[in-house]
Structures are given as C-alpha cells and as structure tokens.
Nanobody, 118 residues
C-alpha cells in the first residue's frame, strides 16, 4: 500500500524542540522532492520547507528559516523536520508531501499534530 506516515508530533513548551518524521511505504522517496506543510485551525495549509530528491537544494518559509531543518535519508525512505525555538504560533498539523520528479501522482501523509503550549 502506497502511503506516507508522519510521526513525532506532540505537546512541547515554548522554546522547546521537536523532530517530526515521515516514512514512505510502497514507493521510493528518492524519486520525489519532499516538502513539509502545516495547517493551523482556520488557516490555509502553508509550505514550511522543501528538499530536492538528492538533498542538494533546500528551501524554507521565512518563519522557518534559522529554526527548522529539513533533512532526508533515502536509504531509510525517511524525511525529517527538526524544529527548535518553538512558539505557540507553530501549533499546527504538520503534513509530509511527496512531489514526483518525473510525472506521476503526488502523495500526502495524514498529518501529525504539533502543539506548543505551557
């Protein structure tokens, strides 16, 4: 079965850190650009970070720059988002997206909830 599965979300205090992970099943992540998105209640889904298929090019949303780090391990079929210095404004469901390099469908995970609160 083809799917992306996120994990690692949870409750963290302001100023804390958290790493969320995304694992691919049924397909090879090496053929995809990978992105993390997030969506807060009442807000549109927004891009957090993206990484090319071999990891050579990375981009971040302005709010993520300097605090978040996207990485990937194609041997493990995994993508990660390390988040530091978290604020309540980072509270959202974080989604993993696989965007094919050469045609074909893109895939979304089911999301993992990150809550930043005291």
């Amino acid at each position: 079965q083809v799917q992306l599965v996120e994990s690692g979300g949870g409750l963290v205090q302001p100023g804390g850190s958290l790493r969320v992970s995304c694992e691919a099943f049924g397909f090879t992540l090496a053929n995809f650009r990978m992105k993390w998105y997030r969506q807060s209640p009442g807000q549109e889904r927004e891009l957090v970070a993206g990484i090319t298929s071999a990891g050579g090019n990375i981009n971040y949303a302005p709010f993520a720059m300097g605090r978040f780090t996207i990485s990937r391990d194609n041997n493990k079929n995994m993508v990660y988002l390390e988040m530091t210095d978290l604020t309540p404004e980072d509270t959202a469901v974080y989604y993993c997206n696989a965007d094919p390099v050469i045609g074909g469908p893109e895939y979304w995970g089911q999301g993992t909830q990150v809550t930043v609160s005291t």
